[in-house]
């Protein structure tokens, strides 16, 4: 099996969760070797194993991952809503790893923004919509005018001036969600979290809500991280990354071809991190049945990993083999930790 480059692949693609948008805004979240270990009675679940992560201040960036993969745990962590066990975490000028628990309130209150999957999460049912887009201004203390100012033209941005009187209950399922955007749009955070914010909705209602979502990063430059299973999330957001197994495995963007069609291609790219270790495609896992031993060869541009079929033979020293596993955890080819060290 050889994992070769992809075309058009720059050498920037090569730095774990870096910038992909051709210009370098300062990084608003960095995440490195991340770790989240649940402990219940004698059972450890680890549910981050090592994330690295960077999203530059206004982009908009998408997680997607099958169910248990460590999403909502990653998001969780981002909101200060849960402490990682181990590694580090910055959010603009916040170690959320060693931050007090003031510093924390603050942060959750006026850094931060979040949108749960569950509609009735995020609202308070018996607040009109204008209301609730307005109370975490009014828990932070804001004046009347500023308030009301702030939440018209939230409104407005909703297209629902002529719903700000509703309560909740009496819009659909995708207005409710848009209302919870602008409410965590209310004190104005850098940043915007949402955990699968249309996995109630049907498509045209989350393409509205993408569309939203897209709006509030482009007028107010606000960083969004979206958990999601939208089919058309390729084509709303900056960056999709995919989470396997509580690590980062691969990315992918649309990029121009650069003729004068205009189109975009999508490419997906696997992550390599600051160590060199990458988590290879389950399928070509399955097919060669990689696990265990395998070898690694250099050869210009390519690394080549090959399936170790046989075991270390009795009277040979098993350093062969442990060198091999060393290199293949590490996606890099023996003999190259030795010349930069
Ligand atoms: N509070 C918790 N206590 C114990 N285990 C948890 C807790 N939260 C999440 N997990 C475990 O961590 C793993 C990742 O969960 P989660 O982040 O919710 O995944 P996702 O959002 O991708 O579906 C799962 O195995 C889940 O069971
Ligand atoms: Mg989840």
Known sequence: MRITQSSGQTPEIRRAGGSRRGHSD????????LFKIFKRADLEVVSLRGVDLEVEAGELIAIVGASG?????????????????????????????????????HYRRMDV???????????????????????????AGTEVDPRRAWSMEL???????????????????????RVAIATAMSNRPPLL???????????QMADQVFELLRYMNRTYNVTIVVVTH??????????????????ISSESFLRPTFDRSGEVTHHEYLVVDRVGRLQLPTDYVDKLQLQGLATANIDDEQ????????????????????????AQELGQAPGQDEEEQ
């Open 113 to 139: 923004g979040f949108v749960w999957q569950a509609t009735a999460r995020n609202l308070v049912p018996y607040l009109s919509v204008q209301e609730n887009i307005e109370l975490p201004m009014a828990i």
């Open 193 to 203: 979290l949402a955990d699968e914010p249309t996995g109630e909705l049907d498509n």
């Open 26 to 33: 300062p990084l608003y979240i960095e995440c490195q070797d």
């Open 155 to 177: 409104l407005d941005a909703l297209g629902m001036k002529d719903k700000a009187a509703r309560l909740p209950h009496q819009l659909s399922g995708g207005e409710q969600q």
């Open 230 to 247: 939208y089919p058309g999330v390729a084509h709303s957001v900056d960056r999709v990354l995919h989470i396997r197994d509580g690590r």
């Open 303 to 326: 690394v080549t990993i090959r399936p170790v079929t046989e075991g270390p033979q009795s009277g040979q020293p098993d350093s062969v083999g442990a060198d091999d596993q060393t």
């Open 69 to 105: 993969s460590g999403k909502s745990t990653l998001l969780n962590i981002l909101s200060g809503l849960d402490r990682p066990s181990a590694g580090q975490v910055r959010v603009g000028t916040r170690d959320l790893l060693n931050i007090s628990d003031r510093e924390l309130v």
